[in-house]
């Protein structure tokens, strides 16, 4: 069955080249008439072809022609139409960031991964948590801290030693960066619906930002998290090698 495909690239030279060998065999429509986005690059490519996908949630295949490529399925131009009909769907729901900065001024963004506070300069972050209303730590000193979705859960939350989240698994990971007060405190599992809100201490003197995947605010005084369940996506994946699979054996990987 054929399949109306829109090819977006990364500016990647080998993403570019590809996406001219593969819009010559397959066509090229554009995102409105198109049926799949297939993403050709690496992960950043495939966030951003996924974060265009909110108002539309046309399902968006990705192909690697990056680095890491952990959301992407691997590169092979032949047998494409047959690929994108065996597809298995992982449905992901996004994080909205809500950021007040120190003037006031309020910031609405989408996370697919995660929403993430660091400290700006040399003096370490302070911050106060509170999850569902309820204040958790009074006191957090720290170089940063996120709330990462399990999609997100491989990423920068599994660099920062966060635990890593199946899909599906209805919670969210609250892993701080690099804390140092206090010192043995490593984070903790949410539930997908809890809303976190952060409090900026001193947000003059020791200035954060905060972050929805790569859409920076600086400058903040404080900032609520809560998933976002009417702006779901679809990631397709080639059979066998699905995201909750790929999760799976990186919880084995050493």
């Known amino acids: 069955m054929s399949i109306k495909i829109s090819f977006t690239a990364s500016r990647r030279p080998e993403a570019q080249e590809a996406l001219q060998r593969l819009t010559r065999q397959y066509g090229q429509y554009s995102e409105e008439e198109a049926e799949v986005i297939v993403a050709l690059g690496g992960d950043g490519s495939m966030l951003n072809a996924m974060r265009r996908r909110f108002d539309d949630r046309k399902p968006v295949y990705g192909m690697n022609r990056g680095t890491v490529g952990f959301l992407m ?41 995660e929403v993430s506070l660091f400290r700006e300069t040399a003096q370490s972050a302070k911050l106060r948590i509170r999850v569902d209303g309820n204040e958790r730590m009074s006191e957090l000193t720290c170089d940063g801290i996120m709330v990462a979705t399990p999609a997100g859960s491989t990423a920068y939350n599994l660099s920062a030693h966060g635990p890593i989240l199946p899909i599906g698994a209805n919670l969210l990971a609250l892993t701080p960066v690099s804390a140092f007060r206090p010192r043995r405190w490593r984070g903790a599992l949410l539930r997908h619906d809890a809303r976190v809100e952060f409090e900026i201490v001193e947000p003059n003197r020791r200035p954060v930002s905060a972050a929805a995947d790569n859409q920076e605010v600086r400058d903040i005084a404080k900032v609520s998290v809560t998933e976002d369940r009417s702006k779901p996506l679809t990631m397709l994946f080639d059979p066998g090698h699905a995201l909750d699979e790929r999760i799976l054996r990186e919880q084995f990987s050493f």
Do not use: C, S
Not at 90 to 104: E, K
């Open 73 to 113: 399925n691997d590169y092979v131009e032949e047998n494409l139409i047959d690929r994108l009909n065996r597809a298995e769907k992982a449905m992901l729901v996004p994080l909205r960031m809500v950021a007040t900065d120190v003037h006031g001024e309020h910031f609405e963004r989408l996370a697919i991964n």
